[in-house]
């Protein structure tokens, strides 16, 4: 009978103090032990948790943006996006907005993701300004605040993406 242990954390060597809270210190000292056992084919469940739970909210000052990518992906589509989300642990909305629909600042209260399928979307958040087209997703932490409107004269096919 394989046991195995987790490395012990305290004796172990820290890298320019990171990670600096201690949950994100548990996850990565979890996932080296994981690693390690899954090369001597022992396995574990997946911890189903979200490593941005780990961070304070509005630490990013960047936008993320993810593109679409027909190679990988295939062609985009409502359906090619929902599936893409959904495989990822995503729970999605989807809707469409017509022109001049516009969204002022707001927050959420989980993280999240604006997902474009067709038409443009002006956002706005750090400060900083971007217009989304098809197949870009664009992560929004929660607690930040952001704002939108539709860009130019075509509706804008939409999802609305949480993590589950």
């Known amino acids: 009978m394989i046991h195995a242990f987790a490395p012990n954390v305290e004796t172990r060597p820290q890298i320019m103090s990171w990670p600096r809270c201690i949950r994100c210190h548990a996850i990565v000292t979890y996932v080296q032990f994981v690693v390690c056992a899954s090369l001597r084919g022992i396995c574990f ?11 304070p909210p509005n630490t990013m000052t960047e936008m993320v943006i993810h ?3 027909p190679a990988k992906d295939g ?7 929902l599936t893409k989300l959904k495989a990822e642990g995503c729970g999605c909305v989807d809707y469409e ?6 969204f002022p600042e707001h927050t959420h209260a989980q ?18 300004e971007v217009i989304l087209g098809p ?6 932490p929660r607690n930040t605040p952001h704002s939108a409107r539709v860009h130019g004269n075509q509706k804008v096919v939409f999802v609305d993406a949480t993590r589950r």
């Open 45 to 55: 469940p997946n911890m189903n948790c979200n490593i941005l739970d780990c961070f």
């Open 67 to 69: 593109r679409w990518d």
């Open 75 to 81: 062609e985009l589509s409502l359906q090619s996006m």
């Open 97 to 102: 907005f017509s022109p001049g629909t516009s």
């Open 111 to 128: 993280d999240k993701m604006d997902c474009i399928v067709s038409g443009q979307l002006w956002f706005k958040m750090f400060g900083k």
């Open 135 to 140: 197949g870009d997703r664009l992560e929004v």
